[in-house]
């Protein structure tokens, strides 16, 4: 039978180098320390697929999600099968897996993810976290892992591997929970979804001097590189074969830095992100991160470290938006309000000199709103840009027509716009508050259905 060769592609928080076999037609890259490993898919011994029952996590019409333990496969106690811990580990990742199927990846096809046996030394195993890896077919290109294919085309390339391999070492300090992160803790399900992500492409094969990491293969690089350029716009990898087209001293920010040049990344950050690279070059943390100073903005899931305390639960506009670039099509997107509560006091009838109190508040929206416009008869209103409007004292200056654009974070910026709100104002002491009351107007309104959503869907 024929054998078929993967290049195995893992990430960590940090972990130390060692050499892969000259040899290898196929790598296993584990870690950021860059830990290289020929994978056959007849004999792929530790990486191979488990034959136990996964956990299955799925939405109609998306992604199955299947993830395996082999902690809770062997009973041994630790990790995932901790008879205290293991049951709230798993629900975080149980969120996980919801949250990618229902409102992230617009796809129907699968994912394997399994976790190994957990480690449980700690600093004693050095600063490593947590270790994800993933699997890319040797061949001159750019590629994304086995994953991307299996969840975007819905056919395995390697059936005897798992999509996403993950290793987890529970001697530090974790927070399983879901409230506040406790100060000296760190968020398990933030390094979960920072792990996982590494799987889905968002990782380089491209060592210190710019060349592929394996000797056998050269020229492989990940889809994610070939969107990297330096801070003075050359592009580093390009052409047929891909190759390196720069010098090994930008990829620790000789040429004002590493930055990834995806126009969905672009637009959902307002700036072209920068790439983490560190003077000293490492090996699978080096170019497959966003620099520190998105981590210093907040909330970007992809950024190089984590710190006790800090917690980053879902993506931000600039991950989606790269995972955009990388060739997903992500939910988030578009479709993103199943409806809306507008709510406006008082009533639309108002007499000169009265306060006027305009708000919005939607539900049923997939990511957090990112912005507000109020806008009066069509033309924005200076400074109005919060989920209320209001003014003091009214006049005729206020009457006509008020909308509110509502925008979310999702790389494609899906907006509606609320509204109109017709706001009539009359002289002083001209309305009874009996007509006032009389005139049926609603104080507020329940809108679902017909929602105007812009949408961009690659």
């Not at 893992?10 to 290289?36: K, N």
């Not at 590493?258 to 992100?273: E, K, M, V, Y």
Request: aromatic share 10%; net charge negative.
């Amino acid at each position: 039978m024929r054998s078929n060769w993967f290049l195995f592609l893992g990430v960590t928080v940090l972990t130390a180098a060692a050499l892969p076999p000259a040899s290898a037609e196929i790598v296993l890259y584990a870690g950021s320390g860059g830990r290289y490993e020929a994978v056959d898919t007849n004999n792929p011994g530790r990486y191979a697929m488990p034959t136990y029952a996964p956990e299955s996590i799925a939405k109609a019409g998306g992604v199955m999600f299947n993830v395996f333990y082999d902690d809770v496969n062997l009973h041994n106690g630790r990790g995932f099968d901790d008879s205290t811990l293991g049951p709230a580990r798993r629900d975080r990742v149980s969120e996980l897996l919801t949250y990618f199927a229902d409102t992230v990846f617009n796809h129907t096809g699968v994912c394997d993810i399994k976790f190994e046996v957990s480690e449980i030394d700690g600093a004693a195993n050095g600063p490593t976290l947590a270790n994800s890896s993933t699997f890319f077919s040797i061949s001159p290109g750019f590629t994304n892992g086995v994953a991307f294919t299996h969840m975007t085309e819905g056919t395995d390339p390697a059936p005897t591997l798992p999509d996403i391999d993950v290793t987890v070492d529970f001697g530090w300090p974790w927070y399983q929970g879901t409230g506040a992160t406790p100060f000296d803790q760190l968020d398990f399900k933030s390094v979960m979804l920072h792990e996982i992500t590494h799987g889905f492409g968002i990782a380089a094969l491209s060592g210190a001097t710019g060349v592929g990491s394996l000797p056998s293969a050269p020229h492989t690089y990940t889809i994610w590189e070939d969107f990297l350029d330096t801070g003075n716009g050359t592009k580093l990898f390009g052409g047929a074969p891909p190759s390196f087209l720069g010098s090994p001293s930008y990829l620790v920010g000789s040429d004002n830095g590493i930055r990834f040049a995806g126009p969905n990344a672009l637009a959902a950050l307002g700036a072209t992100p920068r790439v983490y690279a560190p003077g000293t070059f490492a090996d699978g943390s080096s170019l497959s991160h966003w620099d520190t100073t998105l981590k210093a903005l907040g909330e970007a899931v992809m950024q190089p470290f984590f710190s006790n305390g800090e917690m980053v639960r879902q993506y931000a506009p600039v991950d989606l938006g790269a995972l955009q670039d990388l060739g997903y099509s992500i939910i988030a997107a578009g479709e993103l309000f199943s409806g809306f509560l507008v709510s406006q006091n008082p009533m639309g009838w108002y007499e000169e000199g009265s306060p006027l109190a305009l708000s919005v508040r939607l539900t049923g929206a997939v990511l957090p709103i990112m912005s507000y416009q109020w806008m009066l008869n069509g033309g924005d209103i200076l400074d109005a840009t919060l989920s209320t409007y209001g003014k003091d004292h009214v006049s005729d200056a206020d009457e006509g027509a008020y909308t509110c654009a509502v925008t979310d974070s999702s790389p494609g910026k899906a907006m509606i716009t609320v509204g109109p709100f017709v706001v009539s104002v009359f002289p002083a002491g001209s309305l009874p508050i009996a007509g006032i009351a009389g005139l049926g107007l609603a104080a507020a309104c329940v809108i679902a259905g017909a929602i105007a959503v812009l949408r961009r869907t690659r």
